[in-house]
């Protein structure tokens, strides 16, 4: 069968997207790839295709290595569903379950086997990969979540590492690493960590044009997401990352607390409790997860509405990488995070107490300060962003910044006064002090402090009067960032200057800084009531909102009797296009996306009669 034959039969798609075809044509023909694609970008099918159609030749197994054992279970379930012999390996099965399995390995029965790298690399699994080797029925290695072997990576996982074993062990058997987030420099290590130097790269464009960026200062950080939700995606599914377990329940439980049916997920959840919550956001609709960044990696959920940092990440690429899990549906959604001084200095604190070496600190001090340049930017989010992974672009039109260009003010008056405040402190009694103290001093504010130390006598005291406490929190970002302020974490988060500082108070570098405020630009009308995930598309007829919504009334029951998230069975969109169509016979649903042959005969005779039950002018 042709890869054209399979993506249409198998998975019910008319046409390749992006550069899947290319890819798919040249791992079936046997070459090495590495393979960059944005989450909602298609990646699983670039080995799926692949894989059925080496073993259709009779070249074998894949084995698909994957980080999480959620992912493993949805994507099996898919591939069951659409026809496809496919199998886990994993802790959730019984030792008799993994025999069975194993078994039907050695027999050569199964297309795909998804298995953890520490599974993939155990002596044991190895010498029945080397069995099936020799027997010529070991066809494909697919590494996904490839970013996780590097130490550059926002998800390192050191058992990745041990795969450079299937390059020395089999080096007659294709691989394809894919990824939805590496710079250059994670890229690089990828390469050499996994021996991919002849591996072919393809590289998509990282663009996600649905979804909207927009960056806030924090400001009573809690109320404000609040509104967001409330304003823009009450009734929606999202996701809501923060920094501290602890964080994460007082925020779900506020959530809940206003209405908003909301769940906590963190490492230190009981692991039952955790799946469970997991399961939940998956398999129901308009869930707000609330979780730390232990959350979302392999997560396939189509329809999740928003995605919201309450606490700044590490760099660029996990921050791309977990708004990338909202509108992989293609329909619009919103990546929305509000940051502050402090988040600045708990990264820079965590990065200097790492026991890693100074060159390594360096380069996670580089990519804290581009998302810290990313925040503070000006200019369109979503260049800024894709000029990171090296693409070029146009403003979006769709951000904050391009939505609501943000008033601009030179800052760099403002930076000198605040380094001669630290030089002044330190100077007078050989102590430092942390950004309140300093900024009270600059702004002349006599607190019991300033005058028990005698702070109010120094030079620069008042001298900053005209400056709000939100425009010095914003310089001290600045010059954090660019390395002409320090935080001691060892002495209370004191203010330390640095041998950058000199250059900032002799005027040679400047400090332009974008106005400080915490309220988002205007990009759509509050909703009054709940969006799409309790309503039908818009852009059907009233008889076709109601063949819809019947239609996932029914999906939900198939779901729920297979235990698979909804969105398995079909996706919304493939729902509304049987809607719009009101087929009538099983040829009238052949070529809808999504329907392939094997859920054509799965649930054909079932979708005609629940449109049959939805007469015309039912509304």
């Given at each position: ?28 023909m ?24 080496r ?6 197994i ?5 980080p999480?054992i ?6 099996v ?10 199998e ?10 993994a025999?069975a399995?194993?078994?039907?390995l050695?027999?050569g029965?199964i297309?795909?086997?998804?298995a953890?790298p ?17 027997r ?5 290695f697919?590494?996904d ?5 590097s130490?550059?990576g926002?998800?390192?996982?050191p ?26 420099l ?11 130097q ?17 960056i806030?200062e ?24 923060c920094q ?21 997920y ?5 692991v ?22 232990a ?23 996990g921050?791309?990488q ?23 200095v ?27 340049g ?7 989010r ?21 939505l ?12 000198r ?32 402090k ?38 001691d974490?060892?002495?209370f ?6 041998d950058g ?11 332009q800084?974008r106005?400080?405020s ?102």
């Amino acid at each position: 069968m042709s890869i054209h034959l399979i993506l249409q039969e198998v998975f019910g798609y008319g046409a390749f997207r992006g550069p899947q075809q290319a890819i798919i044509e040249h791992v079936v023909m046997g070459g090495d790839a590495l393979v960059l694609m944005p989450t909602g970008g298609g990646k699983s099918l670039c080995y799926q295709i692949p894989a059925i159609a080496r073993e259709q030749a009779g070249q074998g197994i894949t084995i698909v290595i994957s980080p999480l054992i959620a992912l493993m279970h949805d994507q099996v379930g898919a591939l069951h569903e659409a026809g496809v012999s496919a199998e886990f390996l994993n802790s959730t099965l019984s030792s008799e379950q993994a025999q069975a399995i194993e078994k039907r390995l050695m027999r050569g029965d199964i297309t795909l086997l998804y298995a953890a790298p520490e599974r993939v690399s155990n002596p044991r699994f190895l010498a029945q990969l080397d069995s099936l080797n020799e027997r010529g029925r070991l066809s494909l290695f697919a590494i996904d979540e490839a970013h996780c072997v590097s130490q550059w990576g926002h998800d390192f996982r050191p058992e990745y590492r041990a795969l450079s074993v299937l390059h020395e062990r089999f080096a007659n058997v294709p691989r394809i690493a894919l990824t939805a987030t590496a710079d250059a420099l994670t890229r690089a290590d990828i390469v050499e960590r996994l021996q991919l130097q002849e591996a072919k790269l393809f590289v998509s464009s990282f663009d996600r044009p649905n979804i909207s960026y927009t960056i806030v200062e924090k400001a009573q950080a809690t109320q404000q997401l609040l509104r967001f939700i409330l304003r823009e995606h009450m009734g929606d599914a999202g996701i809501v990352y923060c920094q501290s377990r602890k964080r994460v329940e007082e925020i779900a439980e506020m959530l809940c607390d206003e209405g908003i049916a909301a769940l906590p997920y963190h490492a230190g959840l009981d692991v039952k409790v955790r799946q469970a919550n997991q399961d939940q956001f998956l398999r129901s609709e308009g869930i707000v997860m609330v979780a730390t960044i232990a959350f979302g990696m392999g997560i396939d959920k189509p329809d999740v509405r928003f995605v919201a940092h309450l606490d700044m990440p590490k760099n660029i690429e996990g921050y791309y990488q977990e708004t990338g899990r909202a509108g992989r549906d293609g329909a619009p959604a919103d990546a929305w995070m509000c940051y502050g001084l402090q988040d600045v200095v708990n990264q820079r604190r965590m990065i200097d107490e790492s026991p890693a070496g100074e060159e390594f600190k360096q380069g996670l001090r580089s990519k804290l300060d581009a998302l810290l340049g990313l925040a503070e930017a000006t200019d369109c989010r979503r260049v800024r962003l894709l000029a990171y992974f090296d693409e070029a672009s146009k403003p979006c039109g769709n951000c904050d910044n391009c939505l609501q260009p943000p008033a601009v003010w030179d800052g760099t008056d403002a930076a000198r006064k605040l380094l001669s405040t630290i030089y002044r402190v330190q100077q007078m009694g050989g102590i430092s002090y942390g950004a309140g103290h300093i900024m009270d001093i600059l702004r002349g504010k006599t607190t019991e402090k300033v005058t028990q130390r005698g702070h109010e006598t120094l030079s620069t005291f008042g001298i900053g009067a005209d400056l709000s406490e939100l425009q010095l929190r914003g310089v001290l970002r600045q010059l954090i960032a660019i390395g002409a302020v320090a935080v001691d974490a060892q002495a209370f988060n004191t203010l330390q200057l640095t041998d950058g500082s000199r250059a900032v108070l002799k005027g040679d570098v400047a400090v332009q800084l974008r106005q400080s405020s915490a309220t988002p630009a205007e990009r759509k009308a509050k909703r009054s009531t709940p969006s799409s995930t309790a309503k039908a598309p818009t852009t059907l007829d009233a008889d076709g909102q109601n063949r819809f919504l019947a239609l996932k009334a029914w999906r939900a029951e198939v779901a729920k009797e297979h235990n698979l998230p909804a969105y398995v069975i079909f996706h919304d969109a493939t729902l509304a296009a049987i809607a719009e169509l009101a087929p009538q016979s099983l040829d009238d649903l052949q070529g809808i996306t999504g329907i392939g042959a094997k859920k054509l005969e799965a649930y054909g005779q079932e979708v005609l009669r629940v449109v049959a039950l939805m007469p015309e002018g039912s509304a």
